[in-house]
């Protein structure tokens, strides 16, 4: 209890920006997030899910729903722990993993429908290769998701987590971007910029950086650099998988 009592005071001495970060961090990412999807997604939604020249399956408008539910759900359980409602936080994760597991099939089976759409509709031959690229971030959402479910009881664990798998949905809004912001193919350093955010909390707020990051950061950063690469240089052997998946 004495030293419960001694890390609280101590919490209450550090300066305001360190308790902001500490308080406030998580919800303040939820909301970032949202920013970064509505800014990216602002420059594509109009042509091709709004006012398509070319109907759009509809299967598209079912992915975006639950992607934009995802962003929301999270924003709205990142309040709840910054408001200590941590039962109803509890009880309501069972429907985040529902739609987290949503989020994942229809990830991989919308990658395959749109790139196809694009392939033979549009003639875009160029999202052959493209391919890769939802394939490996619904894979890394689909990695790091179940990590945060399987250590929902250990918080230090999830909430980076479900960070690192939210992080990882954004690639798609920030490839979404003008050109002036990112090249083109250089769309994952906005993903890692958002995760290094987590890492210079942890580095202010903590004074060291969790085994999370230091473990799951450079195994992205090598995974998305080597995505990057068989998309640009059309690899051979991703090239004969690509055509077979699109037909």
Sequence with gaps: MATTRLAHSRR???????????????FSMSLLVAAIVIYGFSHTIGDNLLHPAIPRPLLLYFHGVC??????FFIFQSALVRTRNVRIHRMTGWFGAGLGAAMILLGYW??????????HKLHQQDVVSFLIVPF??????????????????KPEL????????????????????????FPPA???????????????????VDRRVHKVYLYALPILFVCQCAVVYVMNHNWAP??????AILG
């Design 12 to 26: 209450h001495l550090r300066p305001l920006p360190v308790r902001f970060l500490d308080r406030y961090f998580y």
């Design 67 to 72: 992607f934009a539910a995802w962003v929301a």
């Design 110 to 119: 919308i990658a395959v429908v749109m790139n196809r759409f694009d392939l």
């Design 136 to 153: 490996f971030d619904i894979t890394v959402f689909a990695v790091v998701f179940t990590l945060a479910i399987y250590w929902r009881r």
């Design 158 to 181: 999830h909430r980076r987590f479900i960070l690192l798998a939210t992080c990882a949905l954004t690639a798609a809004a920030f490839g979404r971007f003008p050109t002036n912001f």
């Design 186 to 204: 250089y769309f994952y350093s906005g993903v890692d910029m958002l995760i290094l955010l987590g890492v210079l909390r942890d580095a202010i």
């Design 238 to 243: 991703w090239m004969r998988i690509s055509r």
